[in-house]
């Protein structure tokens, strides 16, 4: 899924990397949201049986082994390239990527992910 992040037709753009692709950004954002949501949340665990929480439990630990680094990296990557879009579209520049609201709406969301998985994980860690 990281890998679909820079995905444009050939002819769009000509940057090296290319520029976050707002559609893909979006998707992989509000599945990170929906995921962290599902395993995470302590006011659906408490509805849950026990098979379930196992199944949980499991699932958050892989993500902290495997994935954790790499989801970590493309949601300050997604931060970072939104706050850019922002301030480029105050100046007029570009209009691929992540650009206007496009840009505040990515932003948002990434900074409500980082926020998922970090509570996520303390709350499993402490």
Known sequence: MLSLLRTYPPST??????????????????????????????QLRLNKPGARLAKDTELRDAIRERDAPAVAGAVWE?????????????????KIGLTGKIARDIGEMAVRVAGDYVCMFQLTLG
């Open 13 to 42: 753009s000509t940057s090296s990397p290319p520029p976050l692709n707002p559609q893909t950004t979006d998707l992989l954002l509000r599945l990170l949201h929906e995921i962290s949501l599902e395993i995470g949340d302590a």
């Open 78 to 94: 997604i931060i970072q390239e939104a706050v850019d879009g922002v301030e480029r579209d105050q100046q007029g520049d570009g």
